[in-house]
C-alpha cells in the first residue's frame, strides 16, 4: 500500500526560507501525478505544486517561490519555499495518485511570521 509521511514544517521569518519532503513507502516515479497543498485556517484547500510527467505547474500565488522536485535516491517529494510570506501559513499536505488510487500524508504545520 502507499504511503505517504510529511516533514519539514516549522516556523520561520517572513523572508525565509524552508524545504519541506513527502517520504513514499512504494517508489516515487510509481506516483503520478504528485501535489502538495495546503490549508489554512479559515481558508479552503490550495494546492500549492503539482508534478505532472509533463513538468510542475504552479498557481500564481506561489510561483517563483515555491519549487517541487522528485529525489528519486531519497524516494521522496521536496517542496522548496522561499520568500515565505505570512499568507503561507498553513497545514502542507502531500499528495499522489498510485495505480489508481489517492494517498496522502498526515501534514505538516509551516508558520510564517511577520
Known amino acids: 500500500q502507499g504511503r505517504l509521511v510529511e516533514s519539514g514544517g516549522g516556523l520561520v521569518q517572513a523572508g525565509g526560507s524552508l524545504t519541506l519532503s513527502c517520504q513514499a513507502s512504494?517508489?516515487?516515479?510509481?506516483?503520478?501525478?504528485m501535489d502538495w497543498y495546503r490549508q489554512a485556517p479559515g481558508k479552503g484547500h490550495e494546492t500549492v505544486a503539482i508534478?505532472?510527467?509533463?513538468?510542475?505547474v504552479y498557481p500564481n500565488s506561489v510561483r517563483g517561490r515555491f519549487t517541487i522536485s522528485v529525489d528519486s535516491a531519497q524516494n521522496s517529494l521536496q517542496l522548496g519555499m522561499n520568500d515565505l510570506k505570512t499568507e503561507d501559513t498553513g497545514v502542507y499536505y502531500c499528495?499522489?495518485?498510485?495505480?489508481?488510487?489517492?494517498?496522502w500524508g498526515q501534514g505538516t504545520q509551516v508558520t510564517v511570521s511577520s
Open positions: 499528495h499522489g495518485l498510485l495505480r489508481g488510487e489517492d494517498y
Open positions: 512504494e517508489s516515487i516515479v510509481e506516483f503520478s501525478p
Open positions: 508534478m505532472t510527467r509533463e513538468g510542475p
